[in-house]
């Protein structure tokens, strides 16, 4: 059912949409764990690792160009130990923050990546005249569980959201794998769930060692329905844990008892 309620921010701070202790899909897969990882995650919100932030410097990038020329630096190349390079470092540290200097090779990376997405044919022409980084919030109707998502890519009179990606390998084969493993056909459900006329999810994939590949790719409507299966379980799950336990109580982890294991099938012989 589509939410009449969706709010759309297109300037919210990173810091404030994170804060904000709704369902997103980073937050479902914690519950997919245990309702325990997913109180925990909500109170103890994980640091930035540095592939995080390589891939938070490509979304800048390649979405909101300005604000990286402005805010991101390329660190600089000579010796700390050195005059001239305890100098440079000085000089960056009075132009960016710490967290957004990024040594000369990631910095150099990301541009790459940012250049090979954008000379692609279909997904530079996705990405023209796109509302970048909009912040949907809303309410799930039949849990009443409030929702968030970070939409990359908004097309003005389209039925699509885009989604830009980092990855190790851009291929048909691989990527239907990282579809699976890190669960983007939820994501997709879960993003378009509020709206009334988009229904397709499109994810731009770039690799992230030369030749920086670009490959586009639209989750499938079965891949759709699975998602959507699997959001309203979750949702019903963090609503029956608010109901039993309270925002505040102790969450469960997995059950006590004493699992029986077998192999996975793939090393079944």
């Known amino acids: 059912m589509k939410m009449n309620d969706l709010k759309l921010h ?15 899909n980073s937050l479902l897969r914690e519950l997919d764990r245990s309702p325990a990882h997913l109180i925990h995650a909500i109170n103890h919100p994980p640091e930035p690792t540095p592939a995080m932030r390589l891939g938070t410097a490509f979304h800048v990038a390649t979405l909101e160009a300005d604000k990286f020329d402005k805010y991101w630096g390329r660190g600089s190349e000579l010796k700390g130990t050195t005059k001239e390079g305890r100098a440079a470092k000085k000089e960056l540290s009075m132009q960016f923050s710490p967290d957004k200097i990024l040594k000369p090779a990631d910095y150099d990376t990301v541009c790459s990546m940012r250049d090979s997405v954008m000379r692609h044919s279909i997904a530079g022409k996705l990405l023209e005249g796109v509302e970048t980084e909009v912040a949907a919030i809303w309410t799930d109707e039949a849990t009443g569980i409030s929702c968030k998502a970070k939409i990359d890519g908004l097309p003005g009179d389209d039925d699509c959201l885009i989604d830009l990606k980092s990855t190790l390998d851009a291929s048909p084969l691989a990527f239907s794998k990282a579809i699976a493993n890190f669960s983007y056909h939820r994501q ?46 979750l949702l019903e799950r963090w609503a029956d844990c608010i109901e039993a336990f309270g925002h505040d109580g102790e969450w469960p982890a997995y059950d006590e008892v004493v ?7 793939w090393a079944q012989r």
Do not use: N, W
């Open 188 to 233: 997709a459900a879960h993003y378009l769930s509020p709206f009334e006329t988009r229904d397709r999810f499109i994810i731009i994939a770039c690799e992230k060692k030369p030749p920086f590949a670009v490959a586009v790719y639209e989750v499938s409507s079965a891949a759709l329905s699975q998602g959507r299966y699997e959001v309203r379980d």
């Open 10 to 24: 297109y300037d919210m701070l990173d810091s404030d949409y994170f804060a904000m202790p709704a369902a997103s």
């Open 259 to 265: 699992y029986q294991l077998d192999l996975p099938v």
